[in-house]
């Protein structure tokens, strides 16, 4: 019953996200311009270095819950809640430190028509979200996570965005500056930790988690450690390379195409991490059988609507951008090319998610940090190579084969470890993916979209869904029963 639940307020939460997403940048260019845009989106960029100050404890801690939960050990759960509490505690103070450089040196290396006091102003201001999403909630909402129930976490994440985006769109009619509107959104998402810390500590918490931080020490901290740093890495290359490199209004243009694919990736990855402690819960009970049949499951769910909606994402996003950024002139938001291949690349982000998700799972972060280290090296440095050249299609380039090569990697671990996977299993994945890859850039290039107002949009959406929808349908199925027929 809280998996589905979980999966449910998974996709309200994605469905409010989706909309903040769309409204607040499309109300902020209207108002400030792409550069402003743009400098947004790189702050907030550079202040989610705190993610890799957290060094993947949470997913160590994830790990670490799900056995004395499924064996109702208190102590324990108690002990590595307070463990991971005490590590937050300080990592607020080395947060803290890095805001004030960032405030200090960021607007000195930037070239922006605002002034540095402006800047450093915004950067302060930009942090306090963080602060308050990141550093005082963690805690509660990876016990939540752990014991399956998500679904709180979810219903008062997206019930915060509403009341951000709607105080958000109500200061920019009413008094259009930025710094206010972000000062506003600030305040507003110091709620979320206080109403965690009063259900957890109301529901689940006998005693102060900080008392026994001093009596549990957490495995695996430092394994986890190198698997954030190469996430990080991954996460945050391209903002980074292009902010250095390029224009302001060009890191405006990426966040603009990432706004749809972020709202893509949202959605199946959400439905994914709420379903991660499922498969920890079978890895702890040693049920190999019915860790196996599910995860098939989750395999196959993740691959058909990944091609289904990220194809449709990819001959959709060039009107989109088109129809969103209509009236803005000071950039040049078309570039086929770029969506095309930043589409791709996300695509195959969200297939592997199945394999990375049973990896952090089943604890195995020293096992599998190579393929962490290598997709961060790989991006980094195709991204580097290539975006003095070819620009944005050089960092999604870059972007594209890390993702491919660790996508590699999970399928060659999991073949020898936690679940035994076969290689002749994916090809029915395999086959489905090219012919409908071929099928769709061929599409791209012949018939490329042009659509002029929503409604027209809508309506071409609705067919290419559909469209893709038999098309993936139909190739898997053959796929499916001549691999079912070979192997029988």
Request: charged fraction near 15%.
């Amino acid at each position: 019953m809280n998996n589905k639940k979980n999966a449910i307020s998974s996709l309200a939460l994605q469905l409010a996200t989706i909309a903040q997403g769309l409204i607040l940048p499309k109300l902020i260019l209207g108002a400030f311009g792409s550069e402003v845009n743009g400098l947004v989106s790189s702050i907030t960029q550079f202040l989610s270095f705190i993610s890799l100050l957290e060094g993947g404890l949470g997913a160590v801690v994830l790990a670490e819950l799900y056995g004395p939960i499924e064996k109702k050990n208190d102590d324990k759960i108690q002990g590595i809640l307070g463990a991971c509490q005490s590590f937050f505690s300080k990592l607020t103070l080395v947060f803290l430190v890095y805001t004030i450089l960032v405030a200090f040196f960021y607007p000195r290396y930037i070239d922006t028509s605002l002034s540095k006091e402006a800047v450093s102003a915004l950067v302060l201001i930009l942090s306090m979200t963080t602060v308050a999403q990141y550093l005082f909630s963690i805690t509660y909402r990876l016990l939540l996570q752990a014991e399956q129930k998500l679904y709180i976490v979810n219903y008062v994440s997206a019930v915060t965005i509403l009341i951000n985006t709607i105080s958000a769109a109500v200061i920019i009619f009413v008094f259009p500056s930025i710094h206010v509107v972000k000062l506003c959104s600030g305040i507003i998402y110091m709620i979320q930790p206080m109403v965690y810390k009063a259900f957890v500590e109301k529901k689940f918490l006998k005693e102060n988690i900080r008392k026994k931080k001093q009596h549990y020490i957490l495995k695996n901290r430092w394994s986890g450690f190198a698997q954030n740093l190469a996430h990080f890495v991954n996460m945050n290359t391209d903002v980074a390379l292009i902010t250095l490199f390029m224009p302001l209004q060009y890191v405006s243009v990426y966040s603009v195409h990432l706004l749809v694919i972020n709202a893509l990736r949202g959605i199946v990855t959400s439905v994914g991490n709420s379903y991660q402690s499922a498969l920890g819960k079978y890895i702890a009970m040693g049920d190999s059988a019915q860790l196996k049949q599910k995860f098939r499951k989750f395999e196959e769910g993740f691959w058909l609507t990944g091609m289904v909606l990220f194809f449709c994402c990819a001959l959709l996003i060039n009107p989109f951008i088109q129809i969103y950024t209509t009236g803005i002139t000071d950039a040049e938001y078309y570039q086929p090319i770029f969506s095309f291949v930043i589409v791709l690349a996300n695509m195959i982000y969200v297939i592997r998610e199945p394999y990375r998700l049973l990896v952090l799972a089943g604890g195995k972060f020293k096992e599998t940090n190579f393929g962490a280290f290598a997709e961060a090296i790989i991006n980094l440095g195709m991204s580097l190579l290539l975006i003095t050249k070819f620009g944005l299609i050089g960092v999604a380039i870059g972007t594209l084969v890390a993702i491919v090569f660790r996508l590699i990697y999970l399928v060659w671990y999991l073949r020898k470890d936690i679940i035994q996977l076969g290689y002749a299993s994916f090809s029915p994945y395999i086959v489905t993916f090219i012919v409908v890859f071929a099928v769709n850039l061929f599409v791209y290039i012949s018939w490329p979209l042009k659509l002029n107002g929503i409604i027209r949009f809508f309506v071409a959406g609705c067919i290419v869904f559909v469209a893709e929808c038999g098309v993936c349908g139909l190739v898997y199925w053959i796929n499916r029963r001549i691999f079912q027929a070979t192997k029988g």
